[in-house]
T-cell receptor
Framework: NAGVTQTPKFQVLKTGQSMTLQCAQD?????MYWYRQDPGMGLRLIYY???????DKGEVPNGYNVSRLNKREFSLRLESAAPSQTSVYFC????????????FGQGTRLTVV | GIQVEQSPPDLILQEGANSTLRCNFS?????LQWFHQNPWGQLINLFY???GTKQNGRLSATTVATERYSLLYISSSQTTDSGVYFC???????????FGGGTRVLVKP
């Protein structure tokens, strides 16, 4: 049982380049999330999808877009990467968007130079 | 928004020691989770514990929702317990987990 799978695990981008982070879950969860973690800090929510077909902004959405491709997959896109987006990105999923346990992927370490 | 404070920020233990980590939160919550972030960065689910007490091996957790705190107990610590422990909460009307700042634990052999 893979749980939440993210790709890639590591990525280096030049300023201005674009990329998409992929996330897939095999737990039949309705809700999915993208978080970022910066050094010495906890995780902050970028975007979430409460259910298939819906997406909403979290607390730090600027510079990002998301797509809920289907129930399993939720992607995060950086259209024009900036050094401030250097971070570790985590995808998560939960059965529903309230009051259920969230499970996290292994993270993507992104460096923008 | 809700504030989540964890203490202590850093903890150094000798292998075999016991410890207690605390998480205080500023509002009523419907969800509380404890995670262990290992040295490779992976977030491991420890407990889903909006209230009550749970135990899993050498770890146990207690949440007193009415007093807005949760405790994580580590007994007979091992070097593999090293890492950062995060508490995360979800408010009744909210839709995201709010993380505390974490407790960094180092267990020395």
């Amino acid at each position: 049982n893979a749980g939440v799978t993210q790709t890639p695990k590591f990525q280096v981008l030049k300023t201005g380049q674009s990329m998409t982070l992929q996330c897939a879950q095999d737990m039949n969860h309705n809700s999915m999330y993208w978080y970022r973690q910066d050094p010495g800090m906890g995780l902050r929510l970028i975007y979430y999808s409460a259910s298939e077909g819906t997406t909403d902004k979290g607390e730090v959405p600027n510079g990002y877009n998301v797509s809920r491709l289907n129930k399993r997959e939720f992607s995060l896109r950086l259209e024009s990467a900036a050094p401030s987006q250097t971070s570790v990105y985590f995808c998560a999923s939960s059965a529903t968007y309230q009051n259920t346990e969230a499970f996290f992927g292994q993270g993507t370490r992104l460096t923008v130079v | 928004g809700i504030q989540v404070e964890q203490s202590p920020p850093d903890l150094i233990l000798q292998e075999g020691a016991n410890s207690t980590l605390r998480c205080n939160f500023s509002d009523s919550v419907n969800n509380l989770q404890w995670f262990h972030q290992n040295p490779w960065g992976q977030l491991i689910n420890l407990f889903y514990i909006p209230s009550g007490t749970k135990q899993n091996g050498r770890l146990s957790a207690t949440t007193v929702a009415t007093e807005r705190y949760s405790l994580l107990y580590i007994s007979s610590s091992q070097t593999t317990d090293s890492g950062v422990y995060f508490c995360a909460v979800q408010v009744a009307a909210g839709n995201k987990l709010t993380f505390g700042g974490g407790t960094r634990v180092l267990v020395k052999p």
